[in-house]
C-alpha cells in the first residue's frame, strides 16, 4: 500500500482553475499543491477577466486572492468624477484537505470563495478527487450560492506525456444571477459541459477552454517557495585565507598597527563597525556584517579571521554580532585548537559545537570591558569616517551607495514606484519618484536617519474623489502628499537604539517619522532567556505634517500607544501578532497579524485591525463598520541571486484611503530588528548554518 501511495503522489498533478483556485477549468476540486507552491496568473472566462494568485499556505491549506474585471458592469455611476471603467471586485478564497487519498478513499476537501467583503462570488462547496488508472483524476462535488448544486469533471495526464492534460468539466456556475449579469452578458451564459487542454512546461503553465462556442484561457507561473536556493552562489567572494606574521599580546598592546591590520582584514570582507580589544589571553571583537543573511555564518568568517590575523598567544575568541549597535548575541570559542581544526577539515561539527557557547550578549559587550587590565585601542577606527563608493545590495534595480567602516552611508535609487488602485477616478494610479537616504552613525547607538523623494511623474493628482470617512483624516488624504511639492522631505530623525540590559532592548526617536507624521517617542522590547515569544510597547506623540510644506504641521496631534505580543511556532515557520492600544486616529482596538516564512526566504502575511472607530465608509455601514485589513509578501533576494545578501523587496494590498486602525511607520522596529538574526528556529536557519563557509 506504502508503494501505491508513493505512485499516487507522483501522478496526482493540481492544476488551477479560472479563479486560481486548485481546479479543473472553471470548477474547484479537492487536489492541493505541494506545501509552499505559489502560482500567479491571469485568466479569461467571458466576461470575467481575473488577475490571480494562490499559495498552498500548509499541506493541507489553499489560500487565494483574486482581482476580477467584469466587462461592461458599471462602476461608481452615481459618481460624476469616477473614470474606473468596468467593475472590480477583490476576492479571497480557501480551501481545506480533511482527508488525504489512500487505496480506497478519496481526497476530500472543503472550500469557500469570496467569503468576506463584497461576496460579489461568494460560494462553498465540497469536493472529492480519486486517481484511477495513474492517468484519470475523477473530481466530484456539491456547492451552494454562485455554484449551484453538483459538479465534477475529469483530467487525463497521459502517462506518455504528463506535462500535456486533457479536462471535461460540469460547470455549475449560477452565472444568470451573477451581479451585473444582464449588463455583462453573464446571464447569456449556461455553464455545463466545457472542455480544456492544459500544458505545463517547468514552472509555467497553460490552459484553453472551450464552452458553447466561448473560448478561455488561463497563463501561470508555479513559485516552489519551500526551495532554499534558485541559483547557485556562484559569486559569493571566498573566507579569508591570509596567514599573518602573529605577534604575541605583549606586541599588540605596544603597536595599534596590529589592530588596524586585524579590522582591515575585516572591513576588507565587508564587515562593519568592528571593535577589538584584548585582554589576559582572550581577544573580544564586535562587529556586523550588511550582506550575509546568516548570523552564524558571518561569526565564522571573523572567527577565521581572527585565528589567521589576530595575536599569537591568545586562548579563548569572544565574537559579538550587533545591529545597529545592539549588541544581540556573544559566540564565545573556547577551544582555539578544535576551531583550527575544523576549519581545516580535521575536525567535525559536534566537536566544534562542544567548545563553543553562544549568549544572549551584555551591555559589556567588545569595546566596553568592565576588566581594568584588558586594553582598547581605538586609533584604528578614525580613519574609517571617509564614504566610499559601495555595491547597492538593498534590492533595486538601479541604485548608487557611498558607505563608511562604520554605519553612516548616502544611498540614491533615481527609480522608485507606488502603485494605488480601487480609486473611482481610476482603478489605476502611479506614483514614480527619485529618492535619495542619508545615514549618519555618531556612535553607542545614535543615529540621524533622514530621506527625501522628488516626484518624477505621477497621476494620483487626477483623484478627485474626496474622503467621506468621519474619522480624523490620518491617511486618506495621501493623494494630497503626493501632489505637493515635486521635492519633498520624506524623514529626518534621530534615533537612539540601547541595550538596557539582557535581552531588553530600547529606541528613542524624535523628528520627522514619515511623509504624514513626525514628534517623538520610543519603544521597549523583551525577549525571554528561553521560549519563542516576546513582548513590546510603544508609545509615541506625533502630529500630522502638512501637504503643501516640508517642515509645517496641522492642528492634528495624537498620542499613539500601542503593545505587542509575538509568538512563533518554528517547525511551521509561523509568527503570530497582537497589538492593543491606541491607533493614529484616536481608535482603540486590537490588529492581528499572522505571517508564515518559507525556506526561500518568502514572507507572507495578513493582518485585520478591530478598533472601536466605527468607520461607516462603503463598504462599512452603521450596522457594520470596516475593519482595516490587507496582504503582503516580503521576498528575501538571497536565494535568487549569486551572493549572498539580506536586500529584499516588499509588497503589500490594503486599502489606501481608511483612516481606522491605521500605524505610523515605525522609525526602527526593534522586533523586525532582532527576529531574523536572533529567532529563527534550527529548521530554518540557526545561529551556527554553514558556519565553516
Known amino acids: ?79 460624476p468624477d469616477a473614470d474606473f471603467g468596468s467593475y472590480k471586485d477583490k476576492a479571497f478564497d480557501a480551501k481545506l484537505l480533511l482527508l488525504r487519498e489512500s487505496r480506497f478513499l478519496p481526497d476530500i476537501t472543503m472550500g469557500t470563495q469570496d467569503y468576506t467583503g463584497t461576496q460579489v462570488f461568494s460560494a462553498d462547496f465540497i469536493a472529492l478527487n480519486k486517481r484511477f488508472f495513474n492517468d484519470f483524476d ?86 516552489p517557495l519551500n526551495r532554499k536556493e534558485y541559483i547557485p552562489k556562484i559569486d559569493e567572494p571566498a573566507p579569508f585565507a591570509t596567514q ?40 573580544d571583537v564586535s562587529l556586523t556584517h550588511p550582506r550575509i543573511s546568516l548570523m552564524g555564518r558571518a561569526v565564522g568568517r571573523a572567527a577565521r579571521t581572527v585565528l589567521l590575523s589576530g595575536p599569537a598567544n591568545i586562548e579563548i575568541i569572544n565574537i559579538t554580532y550587533t545591529r545597529n549597535d545592539l549588541a544581540l548575541l556573544t559566540y564565545h570559542f573556547n577551544d582555539l585548537q578544535i576551531l583550527e581544526e575544523y576549519f581545516n577539515g580535521q575536525a567535525s561539527r559536534e566537536q566544534l559545537d562542544q567548545s563553543i557557547e553562544i549568549d544572549y550578549a551584555s551591555p559589556e559587550y567588545a569595546g566596553q570591558p568592565e576588566d581594568e587590565e584588558i586594553a582598547i585601542h581605538e586609533q584604528w577606527q578614525s580613519s574609517s569616517a571617509a564614504m566610499q563608493s559601495a555595491e547597492d545590495n538593498e534590492g533595486h534595480f538601479i541604485g548608487f551607495k557611498w558607505e563608511d567602516q562604520r554605519l553612516s552611508s548616502l544611498h540614491f535609487v533615481p527609480l522608485n514606484a507606488r502603485l494605488f488602485v480601487n480609486d473611482p477616478s481610476g482603478a489605476f494610479h502611479y506614483d514614480i519618484y527619485s529618492l535619495a537616504q542619508y545615514r549618519k552613525h555618531f556612535g ?88 519563542d515569544w516576546a513582548v513590546d510597547l510603544t508609545v509615541d506623540w506625533l502630529r500630522q505634517r502638512t501637504a503643501s510644506n516640508n517642515f509645517s504641521f496641522k492642528d492634528y496631534s495624537v498620542m499613539t500607544a500601542i503593545g505587542a505580543v509575538h509568538y512563533r511556532i518554528p517547525k511551521l515557520g509561523l509568527t503570530a501578532t497582537a497589538r492593543a492600544g491606541r491607533f493614529l486616529a484616536k481608535d482603540k482596538g486590537v490588529r492581528f497579524e499572522l505571517k508564515r516564512r518559507f525556506l526561500s526566504g518568502v514572507e507572507l502575511g495578513a493582518w485585520y485591525t478591530v478598533t472601536d472607530g466605527d468607520d461607516t465608509a462603503s463598504p462599512g455601514s452603521p450596522g457594520d463598520p470596516y475593519y482595516d485589513k490587507g496582504v503582503y509578501m516580503l521576498v528575501y533576494l538571497n536565494s535568487m541571486l549569486t551572493k549572498d545578501t539580506q536586500a529584499f523587496a516588499s509588497v503589500s494590498i490594503s486599502p489606501w484611503t481608511r483612516d481606522v486602525g491605521q500605524m505610523v511607520a515605525s522609525p526602527g522596529d526593534l522586533y523586525n530588528l532582532v527576529e531574523r538574526p536572533l529567532m529563527l528556529d534550527s529548521s530554518e536557519i540557526t545561529p551556527m548554518t554553514d558556519f565553516s563557509k
Open 244 to 283: 599573518r606574521s602573529r605577534q604575541t599580546l605583549d606586541t599588540w598592546r605596544a603597536d595599534s598597527k596590529y589592530f588596524e591590520s586585524l579590522s582591515r582584514d575585516l572591513e576588507q570582507q565587508g564587515f562593519k563597525n568592528v571593535q577589538i580589544s584584548i585582554g589576559q589571553k582572550v581577544i
Open 1 to 79: 500500500m506504502g508503494m501505491l501511495m508513493l505512485l499516487l503522489s507522483q501522478y496526482v498533478i493540481a492544476q488551477p482553475s479560472s479563479t486560481g483556485q486548485t481546479g479543473l477549468i472553471n470548477m474547484p476540486d479537492a487536489r492541493i499543491e505541494k506545501e509552499g507552491m505559489l502560482r500567479l496568473g491571469v485568466s479569461s472566462n467571458d466576461p470575467y477577466t481575473t488577475l490571480w494568485s494562490s499559495i498552498a499556505f500548509f499541506s493541507r491549506l489553499e489560500l487565494s486572492a483574486r482581482y476580477t474585471v467584469i466587462d461592461d458592469a458599471p462602476s461608481f455611476q452615481n459618481n
Open 138 to 223: 475523477v473530481t466530484l462535488g456539491y456547492g451552494s450560492d454562485r455554484i449551484d448544486g453538483l459538479f465534477g469533471g475529469l483530467r487525463y495526464n497521459p502517462a506518455w506525456h504528463k506535462k500535456l492534460g486533457l479536462v471535461l468539466e460540469y460547470d455549475a456556475y449560477d452565472y444568470q444571477n451573477d451581479r451585473f449579469s444582464r449588463e455583462s452578458g453573464a446571464d447569456k451564459k449556461d455553464g455545463g459541459m466545457t472542455y480544456g487542454l492544459e500544458y505545463q512546461l517547468g514552472w509555467f503553465g497553460t490552459q484553453v477552454s472551450y464552452n458553447n462556442g466561448d473560448i478561455g484561457g488561463n497563463l501561470f507561473v508555479t513559485i
Open 444 to 531: 553607542s547607538g545614535f543615529f540621524l536617519d533622514s530621506a527625501a523623494r522628488f516626484t518624477l511623474f505621477e497621476d494620483v493628482s487626477k483623484v478627485k474623489q474626496k474622503s467621506n470617512s468621519q474619522l480624523p483624516h490620518v491617511r486618506t488624504d495621501i493623494a494630497d502628499y503626493i501632489q505637493g511639492d515635486r521635492l519633498r522631505m520624506d524623514k529626518f530623525l534621530f534615533n537612539k537604539y540601547s541595550l538596557l540590559s539582557e535581552r531588553i532592548y530600547s529606541r528613542i526617536s524624535a523628528g520627522y517619522y514619515e511623509e504624514m507624521f513626525g514628534g517623538a517617542g520610543g519603544q521597549l522590547l523583551y525577549l525571554p532567556a528561553t521560549g
